[in-house]
């Protein structure tokens, strides 16, 4: 499992409000629907690094 990574983040209280309900609406915590609103954000951006592989012999050659 990738390394996670802890970090302070301040947004003001009705963009929290709307993540927090977001997150319900989906099941999610909020820490998790934050981690998947910044993914899918870096993903059709087309900056998502791509996964290291495990073992060296899963590496491409």
Known sequence: MAEKKSFALRMNAEMMKAVEKWAADEFRSTNGQIEW??????????????PKPDRPEEAAP
């Open 37 to 50: 609103i910044i993914q899918e954000a870096l993903k059709k951006a087309g900056r998502m690094p791509k």
